[in-house]
């Protein structure tokens, strides 16, 4: 079984300032790791996705984050938030088992970026 | 653009009566799902489904059924609510083969079980 967890619950920052979301995942298997956010009264959207190959994932938004296969983690960041990325953001895995998983996804318990002015 | 669309925004229901959620999506896609939101909790998988009138379970598949008669559209059914299934309730969908693991969320459900 696989399982993931967000470090923070919640991240205050200031606009302009950086900003690393983490995620740490367990697994028995290789997996597929995602990022997605989800803004007020919306549903997720895909922020970015790590399938295969470079560990360094670029996503929308300014977004980026690093596949760390030792350390068993996907953190997410950002050099310079701005106030348009207040929002819940959830890490997600997806494990290979099987050869297929019909995009089942295992979601963390989300963490609230909110970013003050 | 990929769209799924869940019937009901907000409903408000009592407790013992059958509840149905809709959700059509409009990109032949082959996988849906259904998933429950709490604070706190994240995401956790009720059913999904890969194929018209398949469905397998997910995490907590207790107290909730599913119900895919055409590829398009993927029901929720709460035989009989109870205050505990007070949530926000997410549909998604996926492509079969190498794109299913990229989901496409609708804009949520949010029961309230009185």
């Known amino acids: 079984a696989q399982s993931v967890t967000q470090l923070d619950s919640q991240v205050p920052v200031f606009e302009e300032a950086p900003v690393e979301l983490r995620c740490n995942y367990s697994?028995?298997?290789?997996?597929?790791l995602f990022w997605y956010v989800q803004y007020p009264n919306q549903g997720l959207q895909l922020l970015l996705k790590?399938?295969?190959?470079?560990?360094l994932v670029k996503g929308i938004n300014g977004f980026e984050a690093e596949f760390n296969k030792s350390q068993t983690s996907f953190h997410l960041r950002k050099p310079s938030v701005h106030i348009s990325d207040t929002a819940e953001y959830f890490c997600?895995?997806?494990?290979?088992?099987?050869?297929?998983?019909?995009?089942?996804?295992?979601f963390g318990q989300g963490t609230i970026l909110t970013v003050h002015p | 653009d990929v769209k799924v669309t869940q019937s009901s925004r907000y409903l408000v229901k009592r407790t013992g009566e059958k509840v149905f959620l809709e959700c059509v999506q409009d990109?032949?896609?082959?996988?849906m799902f259904w998933y429950r939101q709490d604070p706190g909790l994240g995401l956790r998988l009720i059913y999904f489904?890969?194929?018209?009138?398949?469905?397998e379970k997910g995490d907590i598949p207790e107290g909730y059924s599913v119900s895919r008669e055409k590829k398009e559209r993927f029901s929720l059914i709460l035989e009989s609510a109870s205050t505990n299934q007070t949530s926000m309730y997410l549909c998604?969908?996926?492509?079969?083969?190498?794109?299913?693991?990229?989901?496409?969320f609708g804009a949520g459900s949010r029961l309230t079980v009185l």
């Open positions: 697994s028995s298997v290789s997996v597929y």
């Open positions: 997600a895995v997806s494990d290979l088992a099987g050869g297929t998983s019909y995009g089942k996804l295992t």
């Open positions: 790590y399938l295969s190959g470079s560990t």
């Open positions: 990109m032949d896609h082959e996988n």
């Open positions: 489904s890969y194929d018209v009138k398949m469905k």
């Open positions: 998604a969908s996926s492509p079969g083969g190498t794109g299913a693991n990229v989901l496409t």
